[in-house]
């Protein structure tokens, strides 16, 4: 998302733009968000300062770690970054981003992909209580008992079998 930063020119303003747009992430996430993504970014302006809160709704295709059932499930938050016109004032801190005062169009994919970034699940279960599979049969446990129970022969079994011979 690219916002037009001429319509910002007055020292007091604030607008909302929306915006459904396809994003390009570091090669390791872009499998997980195939789709595109909703986008709203409220930009508000006060003297030289410019506050963006951009606000990102995805769609995310995971992978379930305990049964490895693929699943759907939203990816949506919101981040605020301060941009600074020109240099000196609150500038050049880590927390605001300084701007050359001409410019035309403010590039917001950064802040985008952070929001990815930021709220990509670490840990993917299809369901809280996911059950898994079980790691012997392969039973998936959250739609079938295990079936290797049944079958296994209690090893106890097999110590005796060995006094026998
Ligand atoms: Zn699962
Ligand atoms: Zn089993």
Request: with cysteine; hydrophobic share 40%; proline share 4%.
């Amino acid at each position: 998302m690219k916002i037009n930063i001429q319509a910002v020119q007055n020292e007091h303003v604030f607008f909302r733009e929306e915006e459904v747009c396809s994003f390009f992430l570091v090669d390791a996430l872009r499998p997980y968000y195939p789709g595109s993504a909703r986008l709203v970014a409220d930009v508000e302006r006060i003297g030289k300062d410019l506050k963006v809160s951009l606000f990102l709704n995805t769609e995310g295709e995971y992978q379930c770690d305990r049964c490895l059932v693929t699943y759907k499930a939203v990816l949506e938050n919101k981040l605020e970054q301060m941009f600074h016109f020109g240099s000196g004032g609150l500038a050049d801190s880590e927390e605001v981003i300084a701007l050359p005062g001409d410019l035309i169009e403010l590039d917001l994919r950064q802040m985008q992909n952070e929001i990815v970034v930021l709220n990509h699940p670490l840990k993917m279960l299809c369901k809280e209580d996911c059950k898994g599979i079980c790691p012997d049969c392969g039973a998936d446990l959250n739609i079938e008992a295990c079936r290797c129970g049944e079958a296994k022969v209690d090893p106890r079994w097999d110590e005796l079998k060995k006094l026998i011979r």
